[in-house]
């Protein structure tokens, strides 16, 4: 696979998590790379994402001040730091990607996709 998420489990409202999305058979350096999620029963939502650059990163205003989009393109993976966990931020964390210069938050911008990680936050 292309794009591996890892990093997901179950912790309590107000804990920290740190997804990762380690890239293969091509370079951050060239593609924009998204984090997004999804509930059951919901619409996958998108979460931050970031420019082929890495100049400008995006983040929706449910997880703006929260959550911490990064990547090391030494490692070729991006990373999802996630602080102040609520309930509604349980979901399934998907990270994808698309050769372009720019980056939104809408899935269907996006063609390459890892499998996923459960994020579960409860008490």
């Known amino acids: 696979s292309q794009l591996v998420e890892s990093g997901g489990g179950l912790v309590q409202p107000g804990e920290s998590l740190r997804l990762s999305c380690a890239v293969s058979?091509?370079?951050?350096?060239?593609?924009?790379i998204g984090w997004f999620r999804q509930a059951p029963g919901k619409e996958r939502e998108g979460v931050s994402c970031?420019?082929?650059?890495?100049?400008?990163?995006f983040y929706a205003g449910s997880v703006k001040g929260r959550f911490t989009f990064s990547r090391d393109k030494a490692k070729n993976t991006v990373y999802l730091e996630m602080n102040s966990l609520k309930p509604e931020d349980t979901g399934n964390y998907y990270c994808?990607?698309?050769?372009?210069?720019?980056?939104?938050?809408?899935?269907?911008?996006?063609?390459?996709w890892g499998q996923g990680t459960q994020v579960t936050v409860s008490s």
């Open positions: 994808a990607a698309r050769r372009i210069g720019l980056c939104k938050l809408s899935p269907e911008y996006y063609n390459y």
């Open positions: 970031i420019n082929r650059s890495g100049g400008r990163i």
């Open positions: 058979e091509f370079t951050l350096d060239d593609f924009s």
